[in-house]
């Protein structure tokens, strides 16, 4: 039969040898193999109770973020929203009132602020688009958990603790991160 491109391999089916025919040899082989394993050292580790030190570009659970004097930075412009190309994230804008100002740093704030962890795919697109540096993506994985609905985590559960009265628990929120440049 003639062949439509001369990349055609020709295979030989050739009769098993009598090595072969009793898997002998490939047994050995497969247990040696298995037993050279004993010796080197175990890629695994005990975690949680150990744990890998991240890569510097890795990005896990997001983070809401304050400024020094714990305002909230978010001004509810949307374009975290907007940039999410897996549409995880939802939001609702109030206006700050008179008194608030200890609160929000913009006239604007999220009053709802809602991400679907399970839309998520962790690209950071948000971060990048943020122009008030208000949302960052951490050094933390989103924990796991039997119910869909609890992956939905609001306002409360994204924002950093405040800098001043939980000034440990901020600096561990914000890891080695350095603050970006805002507009
Ligand atoms: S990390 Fe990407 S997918 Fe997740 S919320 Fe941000 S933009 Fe959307
Ligand atoms: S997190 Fe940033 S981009 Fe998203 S609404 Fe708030 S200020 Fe705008």
Redesign the pocket.
């Known amino acids: 039969m003639q062949a439509l491109t001369n990349r055609v391999k020709q295979v030989s089916r050739k009769p098993l040898s009598f090595w072969e025919r009793i898997y002998l040899p490939a047994i050995l082989k497969g247990m040696f193999i298995t037993f050279s394993h004993i010796f080197k050292k175990r890629p695994t580790i005990n975690y949680p109770e150990k744990t890998r030190p991240f890569s510097p570009v890795f990005?896990g659970l997001?983070i809401l973020n304050r400024d020094e004097e714990g305002r909230e930075n978010c001004t509810a412009c949307g374009l975290?929203a907007v940039?999410?190309?897996?549409e995880?994230?939802t939001m609702e804008a109030a206006e700050r009132k008179a008194g608030e100002e200890n609160l929000y740093r913009e006239e604007k704030y999220a009053a709802k602020y809602e991400?679907n962890m399970l839309?998520?795919?962790?690209?950071?697109?948000?971060?990048e688009a943020c122009p008030k540096d208000a949302i960052y993506?951490s050094e933390t994985f989103a924990p796991a958990d039997y119910q869909r609905k609890q992956f939905i985590y609001n306002k409360n559960e994204l924002l950093i603790p405040h800098p001043i009265n939980e000034p440990e628990a901020f600096k561990k929120a914000q890891g080695g991160r350095v603050k970006r440049e805002t507009v």
């Open positions: 990005r997001h975290c940039a999410c190309p897996a995880a994230i991400i839309r998520c795919i962790f690209c950071g697109l948000c971060e993506l």
